[in-house]
């Protein structure tokens, strides 16, 4: 399939790799909105939080077990966000299911 996010996860685009296990690979994002921002994703192709079902949303909860791990080992003790963007009006570029992580400086609410 020709998707960024699925080319990532097989390694055929190289990424700066936060962590990675059979299910899912969290990676640095190349544009960085936070002095911490890396994404999480999950190695099978989903194409967005709108395409999550009974199946396949087991993912889902593994992703934020791994979030919280990584958290803690980069001591992000001030807090952080995750964020999904889902569709046009939220600004989704790559249309593989992904969650932001964000952290290191006060984050303003609401978003843009
Ligand atoms: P979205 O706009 O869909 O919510 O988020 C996509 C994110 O992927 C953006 O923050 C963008 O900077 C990041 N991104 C796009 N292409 C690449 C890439 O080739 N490598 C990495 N590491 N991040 C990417
Ligand atoms: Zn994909």
Request: aromatic share 8%; hydrophobic share 45%; net charge negative.
């Amino acid at each position: 399939m020709d998707c960024l996010f699925c080319k990532i996860a097989a390694g055929e685009i190289p990424s700066k790799k936060l962590f990675e296990d059979d299910t899912l690979l969290a990676f640095y994002d190349i544009d960085p909105q936070a002095p911490v921002h890396f994404l999480v994703i999950p190695k099978t192709h989903i194409s967005g939080a709108d395409a999550i079902t009974p199946e396949n949303s087991a993912i889902v909860a593994h992703i934020y077990e791994v979030i919280a791990q990584l958290a803690g080992q980069l001591g992000l003790t001030g807090g952080f966000r995750v964020v999904s963007n889902c569709g046009a009006d939220a600004g989704q570029s790559v249309p593989h299911l992904h969650f932001h992580v964000l952290a290191g400086r006060s984050l303003a609410w609401p978003p843009g």
